[in-house]
Nanobody, 123 residues
């Protein structure tokens, strides 16, 4: 069973930066495609970024491309999300997800989720 624990959220002014971390444990965690999702109040959960098992391939939502960077350190069982040039609209609870798969060009969330970490960007 995979367990995920996020950290690094907080309150930041627009234009600032935060780095989220997700530490995973459990069988096969280092071979799983990982990703970050976010959910703002009153909105559906949306995919932010995906990283392949060994970090060679990354994908981003259009809304964050060029500002956010996903990375992973398999020696530490950790996935990161570096968020720069933050905007008010980035305010959301951010969730780490393990076991992402692809149905053609569409990513499908895995079964393992963290508890979420709140990111609030003020104007």
């Amino acid at each position: 069973q995979v367990q995920l624990v996020e950290s690094g959220g907080g309150l930041v002014q627009a234009g600032g930066s935060l780095r989220l971390s997700c530490v995973g444990s459990g069988r096969g965690i280092n071979f799983a495609q990982m990703g970050w999702y976010r959910q703002a109040p009153g909105k559906q959960r949306e995919l932010v970024a995906i990283i392949s098992s060994f970090g060679g391939t990354t994908n981003y939502a259009d809304s964050v491309r060029g500002r956010f960077t996903i990375s992973r350190d398999n020696a530490k069982n950790t996935v990161y999300l570096q968020m720069n040039s933050l905007k008010v609209e980035d305010t959301a609870v951010y969730y780490c997800n393990a076991g992402i798969s692809w149905a053609g060009d569409l990513p499908r969330g895995g079964n393992s989720w963290g508890q979420g970490t709140q990111v609030t960007v003020s104007s």
